[in-house]
């Protein structure tokens, strides 16, 4: 990983506005290599820290971005300040606005049946000129059907794959394949599809500028309460290394 970063519990997080992610990620689409990027929050966190190989994926991510005021209150805390929270939705959809303009090719992975189309269409109605190349639901086999998955993305040759299948499959999953893929960007998005394709909302504007859009999340999901259960472990552990290093 490039660039200044910030370590929060082990993880490396680098240290960019959403203005800078954008500007760093477009220079990879015209890279011959394939790039990951990953967008994490403190339950990513602390997964990882009883995930090795999640902990592998995330030191060897080309960007790892501070999606959660939970990661950006910790940076603070430890002295080493991570500008801004930066939305994996948002980021996407930066990208995808780039996309529009730029003539990138978008591959849609992830979600339930028909939900990857109907967020297409969605991105398409206002962004006409975006060139998704492809779409495929978050229900494949391993197998001949996960191999045909790969020969499809492959064929379409996007320049920017967005999967959605949900943290921390969608991690391992573009580390195990992005080398056969070669995509030029690869980026995990959780739930975003269903956000674009009209399944799921957003929490109100006014909420996400207070930081409380984890809250709405939780109102309106409320089995994400057994994952954030781990929240105040995260917060124990930031407090207990700005501790030991106050020694």
């Keep these: ?20 992610a954008l500007e760093e990620i477009s220079t990879y689409m015209i890279q011959d290599k ?7 929050n403190p339950e990513m966190v602390m997964l990882a820290k009883d995930d090795q190989l999640l902990e592998e994926i995330m030191e060897r991510a080309d960007l790892v971005v501070a999606d959660g ?25 930066g990208l995808l606005r780039r996309a529009n303009e730029q003539g990138w090719r978008v591959f849609l992975l992830g979600g339930a049946e028909g939900v990857a189309k109907q967020a297409a269409q969605s991105l398409k109605d ?14 494949f086999q391993t197998g001949s059907e996960e191999q045909a998955l790969i020969h499809q993305i492959k ?17 391992k999953w573009l580390a195990a394949h992005l080398g056969a893929l070669k995509v030029p960007v690869a980026i995990g998005v959780g739930g975003s599809f269903n956000v674009w394709a009209g399944v799921d909302q957003r929490a109100p504007l006014w909420m996400r500028k207070i930081h409380l859009e984890w809250f709405y999340r939780l109102v309106k999901q409320p089995w994400r309460i057994k994952r954030m259960a781990v929240l105040p472990k995260f917060v124990g552990r930031v407090w207990l290394t700005r501790l030991r290093k106050g020694r």
């Design 1 to 20: 990983m490039g660039m200044k970063e910030t370590k929060i519990l082990g993880v490396g997080f680098n240290r960019l506005t959403m203005a800078d």
């Design 34 to 40: 394939p790039h990951l990027i990953v967008t994490a």
């Design 69 to 93: 005021i939970g990661v950006v209150w910790a940076s603070r805390i430890l002295g080493q300040s991570v500008p801004e929270r930066i939305p994996g939705i948002e980021l996407a959809e």
């Design 126 to 139: 206002t962004m006409p000129q975006l060139q998704i190349v492809g779409t495929y639901h978050g229900y």
């Design 155 to 171: 064929q379409a040759n996007p320049h920017l794959l967005l999967v959605a299948l949900g943290v921390p499959r969608q991690e």
